[in-house]
T-cell receptor, first 115, second 112 residues
Framework: DAGVIQSPRHEVTEMGQEVTLRCKPISGHNSLFWYRQTMMRGLELLIYFNNNVPIDDSGMPEDRFSAKMPNASFSTLKIQPSEPRDSAVYFC?????????????FGPGTRLTVL | QKEVEQDPGPLSVPEGAIVSLNCTYS??????FMWYRQYSRKGPELLMY????GNKEDGRFTAQVDKSSKYISLFIRDSQPSDSATYLC????????????FGQGTRLTINP
């Protein structure tokens, strides 16, 4: 299995630009999670989906952030407009059983730098 | 105050030493406790998982949960240079088992 796939791996953009991060979960997994990791705040859950439906988006910092999961094999996290404080590593993770604390498999992350 | 507190280190020990990593938490609803390991520029991977209180052993790794003290530990015996990584504790409550709350992570280096 290829594992969780994220793209791009690195993104450098200027303040005010729109940023779209992409994730392909492990085939057969029905839960998908978006996290953000910074030195100051550590690893924080932004939003998660079960069976393509958003369950909890309380970690999404502002309205500038939005996430979608149009089908079981694809999700996006969009930041519009981006700000320098959004600079972080964004991880996508998936797991195989909604509603349980099953192991979450993380992707390699997208390192975002907003200038 | 954060729900989960973890000393970020860094922690540096010689090869073969016993390593103790710890987290404290404030939410008494937490029932699921996990340790993830994260190598540099990689995503975290699950190392150990325990439910409620008690101990769990897997090879050189032992996880302990003390719910009365709201304190969890990970012990690594006979530490190896390949154990050098950041270790993150994570926990969740029964009502939101998928919603993991992570500690800051402790950066560990094992010196040959």
């Amino acid at each position: 299995d290829a594992g969780v796939i994220q793209s791009p791996r690195h993104e450098v953009t200027e303040m005010g630009q729109e940023v779209t991060l992409r994730c392909k979960p492990i085939s057969g997994h029905n839960s998908l999670f978006w996290y953000r990791q910074t030195m100051m705040r550590g690893l924080e859950l932004l939003i998660y989906f079960n069976n393509n439906v958003p369950i909890d988006d309380s970690g999404m910092p502002e309205d500038r952030f939005s996430a979608k999961m149009p089908n079981a094999s694809f999700s996006t996290l969009k930041i519009q407009p981006s700000e320098p404080r959004d600079s972080a590593v964004y991880f996508c993770a998936s797991s195989s059983r909604s509603g349980s604390p099953n192991e979450q498999f993380f992707g390699p992350g997208t390192r975002l730098t907003v200038l | 105050q954060k729900e989960v507190e973890q000393d970020p280190g860094p922690l540096s020990v010689p090869e073969g030493a016993i390593v103790s990593l710890n987290c404290t938490y404030s939410n008494s609803a937490f029932q699921y406790f996990m340790w993830y390991r994260q190598y540099s520029r990689k995503g975290p991977e699950l190392l150990m998982y325990t439910y409620s209180s008690g101990n769990k052993e897997d090879g050189r790794f032992t996880a302990q949960v003390d719910k009365s003290s709201k304190y969890i530990s990970l012990f690594i015996r006979d530490s190896q240079p390949s154990d050098s990584a950041t270790y993150l504790c994570a926990m969740s409550a029964v009502g939101g088992a998928q919603k993991l709350v992570f500690g800051q992570g402790t950066r560990l280096t094992i010196n040959p």
